[in-house]
């Protein structure tokens, strides 16, 4: 979603009592007011421009895993939807699977979100080819569910996202085109959308712990990925906003630590 270079275009343009989305950096607001992901991602600090394997990265909007050394093809993954617990204000995290956006402009990719918007836990499932906005799914997702999601290039610059709840028994698969894609990463990641009106990243929500499993880039264990990347998020002192535990073949797990 958010890309290396700290592309932060001004995105949002609040009008008195209505939320327009506008993105560059990775965000967008529905009618209702909510932030929604989509992006590139933002390095940041003397670790930003670090590359390969166990190469250690830091950014203001995601973490994760990342293959950064190839041309790829597909990435899929499955989560546990995690609970959001709220507390003070609105608060917004992103758990999704995507190629691209790491170092190119465009991220083609799909998940799930817990937000926190007036004191009050939201779930629910989406798509993005950024830099268009994202687009919400319909269907009821809550804490607890199974969620597994993938995507795949298929030629001819299409993106097949697919995504599925097993728990409430709904599954959707979503082609789009995307011209100009490089296709030069392929990642698993916990976002905070950006940005606020004013171009900062928005606070996290507290997650606790998502547990990723049999992640994979073109058909193999993403641990097992050349030119991996593990992404840290932290907030604008440099701060952990949360910790990521070591990758064992496709299966790793994320900590929520602050909302920064």
């Known amino acids: 979603m958010l890309r290396r270079w700290c592309i932060l275009l001004a995105m949002l343009a609040l009008t008195v009592g209505t939320a327009v989305a506008a993105s560059s950096a990775s965000a967008a607001t529905t009618s209702a007011g909510r932030l929604v992901p989509g992006g590139t991602v933002h390095l940041v600090g003397a670790r930003a421009q670090a590359r390969g394997i166990s190469n250690q990265a ?9 293959a950064t050394t190839g041309t790829y093809t597909s990435v899929s ?3 546990t939807q995690p609970t959001g617990t709220c507390s003070g204000g609105d608060q917004y995290a992103a758990f999704w699977v995507g190629l691209d956006g790491y170092g190119s402009s465009t991220v083609e990719q799909t998940g799930s979100d817990v937000d926190c918007v007036a004191g009050t836990a ?3 499932a989406w798509y993005e080819m950024y830099p268009s906005t994202s687009v919400n799914y319909a269907d009821t997702v809550q804490a607890g569910d199974h969620i597994t999601a993938s995507v795949t290039y298929t030629g001819n610059d299409e993106f097949s996202l697919a995504i599925a709840d097993t728990t409430q028994g709904w599954s959707h698969t979503t082609t ?4 100009g894609a490089a296709r030069s990463s392929a990642e698993v990641i916990v976002e905070a959308p950006c940005c606020t009106a004013h171009g900062a990243t928005v606070s996290l929500t507290n ?3 998502v547990s990723f499993t049999s992640s994979a880039a073109d058909g193999s264990a993403l641990g097992s990925a050349a030119g991996l990347a593990q992404i840290t998020m932290v907030d604008g002192s440099g701060g952990a906003k949360d910790s990521i535990s ?6 790793f797990s994320v900590s929520w630590v602050s909302s920064g």
Request: hydrophobic share 25%.
């Open 77 to 79: 993954a499955s989560w």
């Open 207 to 209: 997650f606790d712990t």
């Open 122 to 124: 939201q779930y629910y």
């Open 246 to 251: 070591p990758i064992s073949g496709g299966n």
């Open 176 to 179: 789009k085109s995307q011209a």
């Open 58 to 66: 830091n950014s203001t909007n995601w973490s994760g895993y990342a």
